[in-house]
């Protein structure tokens, strides 16, 4: 069965950190290509990064790269975003992505991934 939970959000002042995490199930933490996306109100879920879990590669979108870092614990099938620097503008629903669609597809595309958590809010105050 195909599970993925975030967690590790919660309100910070601009300038601050957080790390979510997100646990899968063993059926959903595969050797393929997983991801974030967030979606404030109002607007369309946007991909922040995608990694590789067989190897650790990464991609990230430019409104993040330098702030953001996924990493992953392949023992506890977890993900982790660390996010530093953060300011208002990344105040979202975050999201975990997996079960990604295959070749051809854009790594940071909504579309390319059928498998969600359920989000978890993060908060920037200026």
């Known amino acids: 069965q195909v599970q993925l939970v975030e967690s590790g959000g919660g309100s910070v002042q601009a300038g601050g950190s957080l790390r979510l995490s997100c646990a899968a199930s063993?059926?959903?933490?595969?050797?393929?290509?997983m991801a974030w996306f967030r979606q404030a109100p109002g607007s369309e879920r946007e991909g922040i990064g995608s990694?590789?879990?067989?190897?650790?590669?990464?991609v990230y979108a430019d409104s993040v790269k330098g702030r953001f870092t996924i990493s992953q614990d392949k023992a506890k099938r977890t993900l982790y975003l660390q996010m530093n620097s953060l300011n208002p503008e990344d105040s979202a629903m975050y999201y975990c992505?997996?079960?990604?669609?295959?070749?051809?597809?854009?790594?940071?595309?909504?579309?390319?991934?059928?498998?969600w958590g359920p989000g978890t809010q993060v908060t920037v105050a200026s």
């Open positions: 992505a997996a079960d990604f669609q295959g070749a051809g597809r854009s790594l940071l595309h909504w579309q390319s991934y059928n498998a």
């Open positions: 990694i590789y879990t067989n190897d650790g590669y990464t």
């Open positions: 063993k059926s959903t933490y595969s050797s393929s290509y």
